[in-house]
């Protein structure tokens, strides 16, 4: 299997004194679903800011789809994430100012592709989350719930082929979380991978295999 991203002896820390990575390496293959677990505080959050080239390593290479990411400008990184990464954090970010719909389709619209055509897909995937009723509404008006799943449905909307989630299940129901899951599923099975990181052991049991940091 393809491999997507690799880290190679990564290391990292917000101060020389705290390190929370040291020489860490993984890579991640075409189709995977793959956990990330550690206790609180660990640098389980910071990890994906790094793979998402939010951060960069203090020292070690990322390489995404075979190419060093770790060293391009910032602008060159800011496109290769709009390109490339979907993100579903826990501070789910939705433009108070618009609507649900229009922040499903935000990225779609970024990356250059028709409102007519992606607004239709939006629809579909705020149905199948049981939010299609809400697409009208602003943020403000949803709850911590319904903004997680809006915030997945924007990410796989823009069919990334890196999907970071950070407790993607944390304000779910477990109907709902199950329904997340199948989608993660489903969408690594299209050639992409996703990485979760979570406290939850009955999630991170379904993924293909687990890390512990
Ligand atoms: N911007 C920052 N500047 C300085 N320290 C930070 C910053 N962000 C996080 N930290 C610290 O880095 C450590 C790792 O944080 P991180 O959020 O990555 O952990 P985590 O494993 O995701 O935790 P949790 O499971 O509680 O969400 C923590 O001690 C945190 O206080």
Redesign the pocket.
Known sequence: MTTILEAIDIGFG??PR?R?LNEWSASFREGEVVGIT????????????LLGLMLRPDDGSLLVDGQPVHSLSDSYRSRLRAQKFGFVF?DAVLDATRTVLDNVVETALYRGEARRDVVPLAMDLLERFGVQLRANAKPGQVSGGQAQRIALCRALLGRPRILLA??PTGNLDSESAEVVVRAFREHAERGSVVLI?S?DAQLVARCDRSIA?
């Open positions: 917000y101060s705290v929370l550690g206790s609180s505080g660990r640098g389980k959050s910071t990890l994906l800011y826990q950070d407790e990181v406290h940091l």
